[in-house]
């Protein structure tokens, strides 16, 4: 909690100095009272003392109006701090801790706990603090008045606050439950609207909307629960006040008659123990605020303590990083080329695996076992097997989405494990096999790997991927929003708005992870083309489930159960390895097709290598 509060305790400690001064107001105004009930008694002017009165409630006031205005603007600083720490370390989680965790309970932490955090980081403190140096100032001036009614009042408070204590536990366990089920309730949302036509389709409207009540109940049932025990300790104050005040006011009247005290004092001591009802609800607040906020800290440390990539560069410059990987030809920006330095090499990146070896957890078998091939630079490589086979494995592990258990991953004949994680990535361009596309608009959605390409570089991309068709009939062009996860495209679209984000962000080396299977025939036949010719410059690394793609490698690698049976061209593999041959003879369509130019593989081609 201090780790939180520590950047801002200069402006938390302000607040609450204004809000002691408010409380001195406040404790300044029986002893005023005292006075004027003896100049009352003695048939003096009271017009001063009622002045006096007056102005120490109002500046009393004010001053902690502007105590409670800084302690507020203070905690939400606080929780802008918490979110924006948050957010960039799951922005940066190592991909295998996102797998363990659901998306919607780490959302949760950002939103509903750090929310919390306001309360227990400045409110509890200042509450804790003022309210804790209130009271033992109002206890030193009701000892002072008379130390025998101080012992009565005491002893209610402590008796009926000690029952109160009680309570405090249940808060916080029952704050904790309610937080984990308003993860609960992100996560459920999430999972629907992740699948939203899949949802529709298959009529589970009904059981996804029971699923989310049922988690917003479990939230509330926790809620209620917190809620029961925060008015039990709040019940407990008002109750040993009044208690107190009767008590007080019994024995006080007794002492009065017996003329221990006079009318005067037991009239402050009455207004001292109204004033005490302030300080001690400051304390029951600071202690149930903190069960309450020490339920999402415990939640927000378990967010920061997974695992999280180290990236050493928080921005690179792309031309640095990346010049000449296209040339200064067609493809590439004019006017760069190799004179630009760059420190991790130019040119097409080679890549070699050797003995490598890798699974996903310790509990889980291996998908690699012992894999080696090389690739050098450029030329096109195809990845083909069944499915299984640790194909698209072979990328997550070239861009350190997974460390391997064994073995060396090599880009340029140097280890991926020690090449700075962000100039790893800023070199290879990635289309999943999904090819996601992002809320927001297309053009937002192009710059997304390359946010500096120019407007020209956009517009010949566009071309190159079959685009500019499509943006042409959009409503807005570029700017048309594509809606959550681009549904409104279609997924042939999508798939060339993933490809068009990959080449604009002109990388060394290309990984294409069935990029082309929700395309027609016509779009796909020009994107091999493009593929094809951005090869020649580039290295091109592509799982393949077509003949004709496959076709069209330089070389193919044969993958199968965790490892790699042959590499070779086409006509090579056909002849020489018998798995390749079923494979090209069933799945890639037939294996005495020989020439790429005699290929044209349709929409309906099996897919499941």
């Not at 060339?496 to 082309?516: F, N, Y």
């Amino acid at each position: 909690m201090y780790r939180h509060f520590r950047p801002h305790r200069a402006a938390v400690a302000f607040g609450a100095f204004l809000t002691l001064i408010g409380a001195a107001s406040g404790l300044a105004q029986p002893l005023a009272a005292k006075a004027l009930v003896d100049r009352l008694g003695a048939d003096d002017s009271i017009t001063g003392i009622l002045v006096l009165l007056t102005a120490l409630v109002i500046l009393g006031t004010a001053i902690e109006s502007v105590g409670a205005y800084v302690l507020e603007r203070t905690a939400e600083s606080v929780v802008l701090a918490a979110r924006r720490t948050l957010i960039g370390r799951l922005l940066r989680l190592r991909l295998p801790e996102v797998e363990r965790t659901q998306p919607g309970d780490l959302m949760s932490r950002v939103t509903s706990d750090t929310t919390l955090l306001r309360a227990v980081t400045t409110q509890s403190v200042v509450s804790a603090a003022s309210g804790g140096l209130t009271f033992i100032a109002t206890i030193v001036l009701m000892a002072l008045m008379d130390p025998v009614l101080l012992c009565v009042t005491l002893g209610v408070i402590v008796l009926i606050g000690g029952a109160a204590s009680l309570a405090m536990p249940k808060i916080a366990q029952a704050t904790r439950r309610a937080q984990e089920a308003v993860g609960t309730i992100s996560t459920a949302l999430e999972r629907a609207f992740g699948a939203f036509r899949t949802l529709k389709a298959s009529g589970a409207e009904r059981r996804e909307t029971e699923a989310v009540q049922e988690a917003a109940l479990e939230a509330w049932r926790h809620g209620v629960r917190a809620a029961k025990w925060q008015s039990v300790a709040w019940s407990s104050v008002g109750l040993s006040v009044q208690v107190s005040f009767l008590a007080v006011l019994g024995i006080g009247g007794a002492r009065v008659a017996s003329g221990a005290i006079s009318v005067s004092t037991l009239v402050a001591f009455l207004l001292f123990l109204f004033y005490l009802i302030d300080p001690v609800s400051r304390l029951v607040e600071a202690a149930s605020q903190y069960q309450v906020g020490s339920a999402a800290i415990a939640r927000i440390v378990q967010a920061e303590r997974l695992e999280t990539e180290e990236l050493e560069t928080e921005e690179l410059e792309t031309e640095e990083l990346r010049t000449g990987e296209f040339g200064t030809g067609e493809f590439g920006r004019e006017g760069h080329g190799t004179e630009v330095a760059d420190p991790v090499g130019a040119g097409p990146a080679s890549v070699a695996f050797e003995d490598v070896t890798f699974r996903y957890r310790d509990d889980l078998p291996y998908v690699h076992h012992g894999v080696s091939f090389d690739v050098p630079g450029p030329g096109m490589t195809a990845f083909v097997g069944p499915s299984g086979a640790g194909k698209t494995t072979v990328f997550g592990l070239i861009e350190r989405f997974y460390e391997a258990t064994g073995g060396r991953i090599l880009v340029d004949g140097k280890d991926v494990r020690e090449w700075p994680l962000a100039e790893l990535r800023a070199a290879i361009g990635y289309v999943e096999q999904d090819a996601p596309v992002l809320a927001g608009t297309v053009r937002e959605n192009l710059l997304f790997a390359a946010p500096d390409a120019t407007d020209a570089e956009v517009r010949e991309v566009l071309v190159r991927a079959r685009l500019d068709g499509v943006v042409e009939r959009l409503p807005e062009g570029l700017e048309t929003v594509v809606g959550h996860r681009g549904s409104k495209l279609s997924g042939g679209e999508r798939q060339r708005v993933a490809i068009a984000r990959a080449l604009l962000r002109k990388p060394r080396l290309l990984l294409l992870d069935e990029a082309t299977s929700q395309l027609d025939a016509v779009n796909e036949l020009a994107l091999r083309d493009v593929v094809t010719e951005v090869s020649r410059e580039v290295t091109v690394l592509v799982v393949a489930h077509r003949l004709s793609t496959v076709m069209l490698a330089d070389r193919i690698v044969v993958m199968d159960a965790g490892k790699v049976r042959a590499v070779g061209t086409h006509a090579e593999l056909v002849a020489a390895d018998p798995l390749y041959g079923e494979l090209a003879a069933t799945q890639f369509l037939t294996a005495s097709e020989s020439a790429p130019e005699s290929v044209s593989a349709p929409e309906s081609a099996p897919a499941s290598a």
